[in-house]
């Protein structure tokens, strides 16, 4: 009997996705792997076989995300672990922003995640089991970058919904993990993931630093090794009870353990305020 788990991955052409998908298919893992081109998975994974079911999917449009799910249990009868990956980082303050571009990061990187989690949820409670892994980003828990408002944004909302998700399903012998990556050396900070402000506004000279300082110095020189990052995802989808919260990589970790002491110095210092307005 063959015990491999099943797993579905978004955003699975390039990337962390990309580089789950290989460390999966190299442990001879099931693999149904998501991208708004199959072409562009075949051309840097290959043709499907046993393991492996390549599918284009519009997160954004349910029909597909529902084609993409029915796909995956017709062809390997069940899926066990799903990895909400896909998304992109959009630059820009949050005056500079138009609603078009700051709807369009929310429809990818929040409800397309949402879509997925609603069509493949009738699956995992029939089965009894299952486990959602959602990427969020560092982003997700410290926002305090000027031009990463909105795409921050996102990620908190994707923190938020995680734990409630965590809370509803666990009746179900559901688990659910978010993952705070920090900077991994992949193609995030390329054009068509990375995107800048249609309309910029001058006077904000903090972020077009910060945009460039991204651009320029941190893209290509980040410390993350997404195989790595790939190999602990599998590593915890093993595990009986896995992490809820993942801060992955070693500046997710201290942006974090920053935070933690910030919030925990304010709270005492405010304590007396804090606590003085029941009845």
């Known amino acids: 009997m063959d015990t491999k788990k099943v797993w579905f991955v978004t955003?699975?052409?390039k990337g962390l996705g990309l580089s789950i998908v290989k460390k999966l298919l190299a442990?001879?893992?099931?693999?149904?792997?998501?991208?708004?081109?199959?072409n562009s998975l075949i051309n840097v994974i290959g043709n499907a076989s046993s393991n492996f079911l390549p599918l284009q999917v519009d997160l954004l449009k349910e029909e597909s995300?529902?084609?993409?799910?029915?796909?995956a249990i017709k062809v390997f009868g069940k899926i066990d672990v799903v990895v909400n990956n896909a998304g992109y980082g959009q630059a820009g303050t949050l005056e500079e922003l138009s609603?078009?571009?700051?709807?369009?990061?929310?429809?990818?990187?929040?409800?397309?995640?949402?879509?997925v989690i609603r069509k493949v949820m009738p699956q995992l409670r029939a089965q009894?089991?299952?486990?959602?892994?959602?990427?969020?980003?560092?982003?997700?828990?410290?926002g305090?970058?000027?031009?990463f408002g909105v795409y921050c944004a996102t990620k908190y909302a994707v923190v938020g919904l995680t734990e409630a998700l965590s809370a509803e399903v666990n009746g179900f012998g559901i688990k659910a993990t978010v993952v705070y990556p920090g900077y991994f050396r992949t193609n995030f900070l390329d054009e068509g993931s990375f995107v800048l402000p249609k309309t910029p506004i001058t006077e904000y000279e903090n972020a077009r630093a910060i945009e460039k300082f991204h651009i320029d110095e941190i893209r290509g020189n980040q410390a993350g090794d997404p195989n790595k990052a790939a190999?602990?995802?599998?590593?915890?989808?093993?595990?009986e009870k896995p992490p809820f919260h993942l801060f992955l990589?070693?500046?997710?970790?201290?942006?974090?353990?920053?935070?933690?002491?910030?919030?925990?110095?304010e709270l005492e210092i405010n304590k007396t305020l804090a606590t003085s307005t029941d009845f």
């Open 11 to 13: 955003g699975a052409s």
């Open 27 to 38: 442990s001879e893992y099931k693999v149904v792997a998501t991208s708004r081109d199959v």
């Open 65 to 71: 995300v529902s084609f993409a799910i029915n796909e």
């Open 99 to 115: 609603d078009e571009e700051s709807r369009k990061n929310f429809d990818v990187n929040v409800f397309g995640l949402l879509n």
């Open 128 to 142: 009894k089991s299952g486990h959602i892994i959602n990427i969020s980003s560092v982003g997700g828990f410290i």
């Open 144 to 147: 305090n970058f000027p031009s």
């Open 231 to 239: 190999t602990v995802l599998l590593e915890i989808a093993e595990q």
């Open 249 to 265: 990589g070693s500046d997710s970790y201290q942006y974090a353990k920053q935070k933690i002491e910030i919030i925990e110095n």
